[in-house]
């Protein structure tokens, strides 16, 4: 009897509100949520922001990196995973899930930190694709806005301020998670990317304004 075959994953990277979450739901695949492996509050070694009077919860450092690897690796070599649910309005894993594949042949992992873990997957020869998510600056500051106070994650105070910070440095952003191997892609052109790969449905056609509707975005 063979071995059954390993799946891969597509790692789906993109600032902060670019559409991360809703882009893996349209896909179809099963989406492993790499925002779940962050720190919790208190852990000595979060990064702090300019000031050290609260968490910069937009640095790499604040984020489990080895345990989202070995997350990707168990899926990818057993189909099935162990995975944490983590509450960001409370900064803390709220329980546990196990995420199964079900045979599918790639899953999607996304999260603002997808990038980070681009070599690492490579290497281990776990990669199908890796993906950016890209778009205008002032839009996806709107979506992060509007779902970050309706989930109530932080005070207004905190998310005007992070908010303008991650308008400002969006573009450096996109940038470096290219840099890191990441495709730059519109939500259009992931989808007819990951349809190429057999990964996902093709791209819908384009709505009046020439761009498919997008529903508000998930992740940090």
Do not use: N
């Amino acid at each position: 009897m063979s071995p059954p075959s390993r799946s891969r994953v597509i790692l789906l990277a993109g600032p902060s509100g670019s559409g991360k979450s809703s882009l893996a739901a349209r896909t179809g695949l099963p989406v492993l949520a790499l925002d779940d492996f962050y720190k919790e509050d208190g852990d000595p070694t979060l990064p702090l922001l300019p000031g050290g009077d609260a968490v910069d919860w937009d640095a790499p450092a604040s984020w489990h990196a080895d345990a989202a690897v070995a997350a990707i690796a168990a899926l990818c070599a057993h189909g099935s995973a162990r995975t944490p649910r983590y509450d960001i309005s409370a900064s803390a894993i709220s329980g546990w899930s196990r995420l199964d594949l079900a045979g599918a042949p790639h899953f999607v992992a996304e999260g603002i930190f997808a990038a980070e873990i681009v070599a690492r997957c490579r290497d281990l020869g776990l990669l199908a694709d890796a993906i950016c998510l890209r778009g205008s600056p002032a839009t996806t500051a709107r979506r992060r806005f509007v779902r970050d106070l309706r989930e109530g994650r932080k005070s207004v105070r905190f998310l005007l301020r992070r908010g303008w910070a991650l308008f400002r440095a969006e573009r450096a952003i996109v940038t470096r998670q290219v840099g890191f191997g990441c495709a730059p892609c519109d939500q259009r052109e992931a989808l007819s990317r990951l349809a190429a790969l057999g990964a996902a449905e093709p791209a819908p056609a384009a709505g009046p304004a020439g761009v498919p509707a997008v529903s508000p975005a998930g992740g940090r």
